[in-house]
C-alpha cells in the first residue's frame, strides 16, 4: 500500500504562483505515473499533469500548459507541480495520484485505473 500526503496548497490572487508537493511512503516503482488531478465544486475531476520515473514522459491537460511545470524526486519519493500565473479557474481541490496508466490522466473513462490517491489539498485563486 502507497500513501500519498500532499502539500503546499493555498488562496493566492490572479497571476500568483503555488507549489504543490506530494510525497509517497515508499517508492513506487521503477515504470510508475505520479502526478495531479483537481476538482472544481460542480465540475468533473480532471487529469492536470502527470510524469513518469525517469521524466521522459510527461502530460499537461491544455488548460494549464505553459503555466504549470510538474516534476519529481525520486530520492525522496516526491512529486512537485508548480503553478505559476494562476487564474480563478484554477480554483479546486487537488490531488495527487500515482498509477501504472498513463492514459488515467488523459481520459477520464480511465480514471478507474488510478491506483492510489492523496486526500486532497486546496487552491483557490481570486481575482
Known amino acids: 500500500q502507497v500513501q500519498l500526503v500532499e502539500s503546499g496548497g493555498g488562496s493566492v490572487r490572479t497571476g500568483g504562483s503555488l507549489r504543490l508537493s506530494c510525497a509517497a511512503s515508499?517508492?513506487?516503482?521503477?515504470?510508475?505515473?505520479l502526478g495531479w488531478f483537481r476538482q472544481a465544486p460542480g465540475k468533473e475531476r480532471e487529469g492536470v499533469a502527470t510524469?513518469?520515473?525517469?521524466?521522459?514522459?510527461?502530460y499537461y491537460t491544455d488548460s494549464v500548459k505553459g503555466r504549470f511545470t510538474i516534476s519529481r524526486n525520486n530520492h525522496v519519493n516526491t512529486v512537485y507541480l508548480q503553478m505559476n500565473s494562476l487564474k480563478p479557474d484554477d480554483t479546486a481541490t487537488y490531488y495527487c495520484?500515482?498509477?501504472?496508466?498513463?492514459?488515467?490522466?488523459?481520459?477520464?473513462?480511465?480514471?478507474?485505473?488510478?491506483?492510489?490517491w492523496g486526500q486532497g489539498t486546496q487552491v483557490t485563486v481570486s481575482s
Open positions: 515508499k517508492y513506487t516503482g521503477s515504470v510508475y505515473y
Open positions: 510524469i513518469n520515473t525517469d521524466a521522459s514522459v510527461t
Open positions: 495520484a500515482a498509477s501504472w496508466s498513463y492514459r488515467a490522466w488523459s481520459a477520464k473513462e480511465f480514471q478507474a485505473e488510478i491506483d492510489y
